[in-house]
């Protein structure tokens, strides 16, 4: 009974924080993670999506393209990538990557989202070479390429700064950074899970580097697996901490972890009623980020369309072709037509509208327009 009138309690305290403008700190976050009441924090997080874009969700017309899986280093909660010589390992050639580039443009999309593991053996150049070739084909591409683990490696492989690598690539036309392989900021997870892998110190500063360049990015975290949730509420206040300094984020991601052909594959996948919160509790502690995204393909598509009431307010994308989740397990197709986004953001009671990756309008021939509110 005393447990839940703090409960209560909290909720009524976050609650007046908000409508005070106040932020919410670490025991308002760990709160939240506690409460029973998930109605009542997805109310908010709605409330607060809603100030911030109206009733307005985005969606991208995108492609997303896996250029290789093959990768120097074992992270156990990952079942793309494959060590080189392992069955299931896999390098498209370059005419390869310029036809899925080629086919993505032909199909009206705006973006293509590059990423792939930590190739022991391909050049520095090659990197460069590859954002070229699609940029002078297809120059109205926005290329949004290389997780921070990747730009980290880089700099490694080249002997090179951050800032030089990051400059190579924007001279090549990478036009922002994914928000890929931030995991959870926990050095006990870090440990467990990823420990070849950079730590959270080494991924903020490639996104503050970029930043700093006039690269914008998005953030991550990766949920469901041994995380507690005093940790999620350090990863989103580093985050907050890190967008107050350096103001590039553009969106929020949290990613449902998918333990199929992984180690990890006898723990109990994260239910929908998780990822409505992970939306929620994001939308609430972030208030410095614009957007709050929900990718379908880990979520599954009916959470997805909940949790545009839960605090999302933007739904990615019609990504074409998928290898990360797929390789664990991921039971969602692995497209959407623009058609099947804008029917999917109406029936949620939402006003679907087209973006680019910086979030400006894209006039859609799929329907109306809706004004921006
Ligand atoms: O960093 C790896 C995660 C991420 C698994 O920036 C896994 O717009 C679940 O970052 N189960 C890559 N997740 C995907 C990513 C992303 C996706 C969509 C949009 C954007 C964006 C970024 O996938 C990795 C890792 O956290 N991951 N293995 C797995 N078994």
New binding site residues.
Partial sequence: MAESFAVHGDLTRIRRKIERNERLDREDGLALYASPDLAAIGQLANEASERKNGRRVTYIVNR?INYSNICGIT?V?????KRPGEADGYEFSMEEILARAGEAASAGATEL?I?GGLHPTLPYDFYPEMLRAIKSRHPSLHL?AF?A?EIDYFATLSGKTLERVLLDLMDAGLDS???????VFSERVRQKLFREKMGAERWLEVHDVAHRLGLR??????Y??IERDDEKVDHLLRLREQQDRSRGF??Y?P????????P?EKLPEARGIRTLREIAVGRLLLDNFDHV?I?W??AGLEVAQIALGYGADDF??T?VEEK??H????RTPEKLSEAELRSIITEAGKSPAKRDTLYRRVESSQGAITPAS
Avoid at 77 to 81: E, I, N, Q, V
Avoid at 177 to 183: H, I, R, T, V
Wanted: net charge neutral; proline share 4%.
């Fill in positions: 997303h992270c909660f990952c079942a793309f990538g989202h990423v949004k997780t683990v950074l994914p928000g890929g392989g931030a995991e990015s998005n953030a991550t975290l990766l469901g697996h553009l969106t991601i990613l449902r972890f998918h333990p199929d052909n992984t990890l995204k990718y393909i880990m990615d994308g990504v990360i989740y390789m664990a397990g991921a």
